[in-house]
DNA sequence: CGGAAAAAGTGGCATATGCCACTAATTGAA
DNA sequence: TTCAATTAGTGGCATATGCCACTTTTTCCG
């Protein structure tokens, strides 16, 4: 009886994605294991790697995550020394954000371990699957939720 | 510029799905805030709700969460009094849950305010789109990540 | 029957995220 | 120039989730 149809909350749209993100995360996490890192950490450790140094609050913007959740999100990986901070030079209230040598040794090393999570995943859903369930959740990402409370 | 095309880790599924999540769970959070219930609460109680009087091990596994996950998050509502527990009769190990008469009006409550979300959800991604993200995000909720480890 | 193994939860520890109240640095007028 | 808004982050507090080490019950055998 564990395997079937899911029961309830099959409706509600939130609820539905938590739960697959749950599934979807802990199989990351697992792949990514190896590497001592959190899928989450391997996303932010891969934005930042992308950006030109970027700031604090561009990366926030770009992962669509609050500021100050980012803040607690990097503290792990400035203690275990895979990033490292620094003010902007024409903005002191700005704060700049940067892979050190060894956060890029260990994004090397991850990514191997992400491709095969990656792979593994789309094997089982489908590539095509896959890239339509990401367009859809990029369109999810990019709405405006706004309306009602006016402005 | 804030406009546009998402940067970065487009290719990720889990930090795609993570991102859509972020941003989903807020909206619905916002809309649920009147009444006190994250979303996160209101997909709880809801889950409570529609069982009979389930056991902790019955939540988690409908809701893929881990038992311990499921423990923790379910503090808060018995603290606010909209859950309580009680011992199985056939077998003390486990421990059921059911709303309180508080917990239920609570999730009605809650529920006029879901239904706004949803709707409002709903009606900028187009309800067949949500509709197959649904079936989407069901499907990996059901896919079985166990293969490379073997047993 | 009696002890090993399995099943169901609990508690502690760590990361993930958000909101709110503040602080510091900039920008914009008057 | 000077002082009120605005902008970028920080810290504290609370919930969301996981894993691991235990404790308590049951179940299973030999």
Known sequence: ??????PGLTLCNNATLRRAGRKL????????????????????LYQIHIGSEPAMGAIAEA??????????????????????????????????????????????????LWTIAQQRFEAMLGKDQAAKLRAALDEIATLDFDMPPAR
């Open 63 to 112: 992962l669509i995550m609050d500021l100050s959740a980012l803040g607690h999100t990097l503290k792990p990986l400035i203690r275990d020394g895979y990033v490292e901070t620094f003010a902007d030079k024409d903005d002191r209230r700005v704060k700049r954000v940067r892979l050190t040598p060894q956060g890029g040794l260990k994004l090397d090393e991850a990514t191997k």
């Open 1 to 6: 009886m564990t395997k079937g149809a899911l």
């Open 25 to 44: 995360g802990r199989f990351y996490d697992d792949v990514l294991a190896p590497s001592g890192l959190k899928g989450t950490q391997y996303g932010l």
